[in-house]
């Protein structure tokens, strides 16, 4: 089987986006808009498309792990901890949220 991780919107660099809102006066939230660099809606249609032709390809789409009312959350919203570090890879508590195959 081949594998194809589903793409998911792009966080921003989180750490920036908490100095910004805590200079403004606003929440540290687990969704914040601005905290999310770019949505994922064409990536995740073309994985679809490229998987529907493909009869070893199975999707593996992490996110919704990071879904809570159909927001995107860039954090724990209880512990405030990040899933992203600033390269937009998941932290020790993002990887928390899923299981390895």
Known sequence: QVFILHAFPTP????EVENARIKEGKPIEGYMEEAIESD???MRRRIVEIAAHCKKCVIY?????H?????FMVLNPLTHL???EEEKHHTLIGTAQYKIL
């Open 12 to 15: 921003a660099n989180i750490m």
């Open 40 to 42: 994922a809606v064409s």
């Open 61 to 65: 789409d992490l996110m919704p792990l």
């Open 67 to 71: 879904m809570d009312k159909g927001r």
């Open 82 to 84: 990040h899933y992203f």
